[in-house]
């Protein structure tokens, strides 16, 4: 088994930046693409990002792209997402995910680990 532990979430005001961190541990060699998907009260998980194995792809979901960098650290077993231009509504706990596939997904299922999430409030 893998597991995957998030960091760096907290509270920002509107047009701040945050950078999360997801490091992996256990069976690494089984991760390979890492993804980022977020959930607000009342709402259904929504994708965020995700990052194909080697980092040479990467995806993002419309509400973020040109705000939000996805990233990763091979060396390290760690992904990034780097938010700048924060907004309200991006305020939800955030989850980072891995598939023992190269490819990154835009799909929560297609994920096989998942870590406990790490809360990002956006204040106006």
């Known amino acids: 088994q893998a597991q995957l532990v998030e960091s760096g979430g907290g509270l920002v005001q509107a047009g701040g930046s945050l950078r999360l961190s997801c490091a992996a541990s256990?069976?690494?060699?089984?991760?390979?693409?890492m993804g980022w998907f977020r959930q607000a009260p009342g709402k259904e998980r929504e994708f965020v990002a995700a990052i194909s194995g080697s980092g040479g792809s990467t995806y993002y979901a419309d509400s973020v792209k040109g705000r939000f960098t996805i990233s990763r650290d091979n060396a390290k077993n760690t992904v990034y997402v780097q938010m700048n231009s924060l907004k309200p509504e991006d305020t939800a706990v955030y989850y980072c995910?891995?598939?023992?596939?190269?490819?990154?997904?835009?799909?929560?299922?297609?994920?096989?680990?998942w870590g406990q999430g790490t809360q990002v409030t956006v204040s106006s």
């Open positions: 995910a891995g598939r023992t596939r190269f490819s990154g997904s835009y799909y929560a299922h297609e994920y096989d680990y």
């Open positions: 256990g069976r690494t060699f089984s991760i390979y693409a």
